[in-house]
């Protein structure tokens, strides 16, 4: 078995017990890259003499006794949008082809401060408006998109390049590339981890956090990522718990509310059923099964909408000025959108999301957790990036993934996306459990559990030679 398919627990183990070094474990990384990337182009940038430079480092301080924990010598991808000194972050964008940062983005230190290794910057639709990520193909199948807006970095987890890759989560961006190409992803609550570094799309939707092969990777990861910065003014002064303290206790009395309206609506029959078999391991685990119902559904994508396309266009407002060519067509289209919206329009939404988040806190009165599919279908066609439902609507790939992702953007909530099963396609499909604001160590709990239940987890997509485990 290449070093590449072991877990992430399993590489930590053989690192601290000196079985094998970062150094190989980074060469393994770099092989699996070169066997698949040109299949899925899921890296802008690799960065291979600094990631064999900082396992070298790992080594000898290990070597030295300087074991720094589970992340230490374990290699890491960063999306594109989160600033690494000495190395270009481009945001996936002709604006920002040059930029090489003089700083890392805080999240970034942390990770390095824990041990990681650097691997390259992975992917995004540009500047994170979007959820396709044209430029990266799908490592179940290429010809099918990676989600987005961390397309990459789920295309590089889903291959086995990485155990790790950085994303963030806006409108679904972190949840829908781990749904379609077979990972976890976790976006923790709004203000748990610092933004600090990382290119804005909507100030405040944005979240930061990974994309892992395992749910407990995302807790240790998280974990580590997390803490209050005062430079990002959404960061909130919580503390940091153990997450894996407790993951593996099981669901055995958790009230797991299951919508009966929103998630049911415009979703494939695979996907709701997906969704139906997670929750019906989750009930067999001990867990309560709660029909419930979401508050202000008919305003949810409307309010997501309304608030991401003014404050993207106000952050982009300068680079439109002086060089609205250096755009993709695309995205230059949605920043011209954003600035048609009246000012009016955008404080209402604003009064909405206060009204959609006092009506989340009063559902959550009754459950401990919200389960639903957390993309209504498998991967789109990248030629074709549409859905067609029964009813004749046709939607864009972008719209449909953000509608189910939506709701834990406009309230902060924290929502970990789990694989929860495989197409007749053999593409897969996810379930996202949302939970109470800080209150990570729950959801996650539920999706270890979930894990440890079912074979769906952890597996390596078969792009290139590689077998499925």
Request: proline share 6%; net charge negative; charged share 20%.
């Amino acid at each position: 078995m290449n070093l590449y398919e072991l877990s992430l627990s399993d590489l930590s183990a053989k690192i601290r017990a000196r079985e094998i070094s970062p150094v190989e474990v980074v060469e393994s990384s770099l092989s699996r890259l070169a066997e698949v990337e040109p299949e899925i182009t899921s890296f802008v940038t690799v960065t291979p003499e600094l990631a064999r430079e900082q396992a070298a480092a790992a080594e000898k301080e290990i070597a030295d006794g300087h074991y720094r924990g589970p992340l230490h010598g374990i290699p890491l991808g960063v999306k594109d949008l989160y600033d690494t000194a000495g190395v270009r972050t481009t945001s996936s964008s002709d604006q920002r082809k040059d930029h090489v940062p003089t700083a890392d983005a805080m999240s970034v230190s942390k990770l390095y401060d824990a041990g990681m290794v650097l691997l390259g910057k992975t992917e995004t639709h540009e500047f994170a408006y979007g959820a396709t990520t044209p430029r990266s193909g799908n490592p179940w199948d290429p010809t099918r998109t990676p989600g987005g807006s961390s397309g990459g970095s789920g295309a590089a987890v889903g291959a086995g390049i990485v155990h790790v890759a950085l994303g963030s989560d806006t409108g679904g961006s972190i949840r829908i590339p781990a749904a379609v190409c077979g990972t976890v992803g976790l976006k923790p609550t709004y203000g748990r981890a610092p933004r600090t570094g990382v290119a804005s799309l909507s100030w405040s939707l944005d979240h930061v956090g990974p994309l892992t092969r395992n749910v407990w990777d995302a807790a240790v990861v998280t974990e580590a990522m997390s803490g209050y910065d005062r430079r990002d003014p959404a960061s909130v002064d919580v503390g940091t718990p153990d997450f894996t303290s407790g993951i593996g206790d099981g669901v055995a009395g958790m009230r797991i509310g299951i919508p009966t309206n929103y998630y049911t609506e415009n979703v494939a029959p695979e996907a709701t059923a997906a969704a139906r078999a997670a929750a019906s391991v989750l009930e067999g685990l001990g867990a309560e099964l709660v029909e419930v119902t979401i508050p202000y559904a008919e305003h949810m994508l409307a309010t997501e909408w309304a608030i991401l396309t003014p404050e993207a266009s106000a952050y982009h407002m300068d680079a439109t000025r002086a060089a609205p060519e250096r755009f993709t067509d695309e995205v230059r289209s949605f920043v011209e959108l954003g600035e048609a919206v009246l000012a009016v329009d955008y404080i209402n939404a604003l009064r909405l999301r206060t009204l959609i988040q006092q009506g989340f806190r009063d559902l959550f009165g009754s459950i401990d957790i919200l389960l639903a599919p957390t993309v209504p279908g498998v991967a789109a066609r990248r030629d074709d990036p549409f859905f067609t439902w029964e009813d004749g609507t046709v939607e864009s790939a972008t719209g449909a993934y953000s509608r189910m992702s939506a709701p834990a953007n406009v309230t902060g909530l924290p929502a970990l996306q789990v694989p929860a099963a495989f197409s007749t396609d053999g593409l897969p499909l996810g379930v996202q459990m949302i939970g109470r604001p800080f209150d990570e160590a729950v959801i996650l709990r539920a999706g270890f559990a979930l894990e440890k239940a079912t074979d769906t987890v952890g597996r390596i997509a078969p792009v290139g030679t590689a077998v499925a485990s």
